[in-house]
């Protein structure tokens, strides 16, 4: 390629064949369960050294999820977030976590 050529950006899509960029997607909410209607599991991770506990998806409203989250957090007496529909709690502690959902009402995918 010499020095004064431009490049040629003809590939096949342009952009006014329907691409969209990702904010403009129109994203539907996740439909609204009860709890007996959910099918949980959980994953552990390592973040920074330390334990996390993974548990979801749940299909919950963001209120619902951070009222049921508040009191899981109570608790367990440990710290957690709510992110993209799963609830994450600080350290390995998915036995007692699986103990107080079960108490709320919600299952979970593999037995005991």
């Known amino acids: 390629m010499s020095r004064g050529t431009k490049l040629s950006f003809d590939l096949g899509e342009s952009w ?3 691409w969209k960029l990702e904010a403009e997607k129109n994203l539907q909410p996740a439909a609204v369960c009860e709890p007996s209607a ?3 599991v959980f994953q552990k991770e390592k973040r920074k050294g330390k334990a996390v506990t993974l548990v979801g998806p749940f299909s919950l409203s963001d ?3 951070q ?3 508040s ?3 109570k608790s367990l007496a440990c710290g957690g977030a709510y992110k993209d529909g799963w609830m994450e709690f600080q350290g390995d502690i998915s036995p007692k976590v ?3 959902l079960e108490k709320m009402g919600f299952k979970f995918k ?3």
């Open 71 to 73: 009191l899981l957090k």
């Open 98 to 100: 699986r103990e107080q």
């Open 63 to 65: 209120d619902d999820a």
């Open 16 to 18: 006014g064949e329907g």
């Open 67 to 69: 009222k049921n989250l």
């Open 38 to 40: 959910h099918r949980l």
């Open 110 to 112: 593999n037995p005991k």
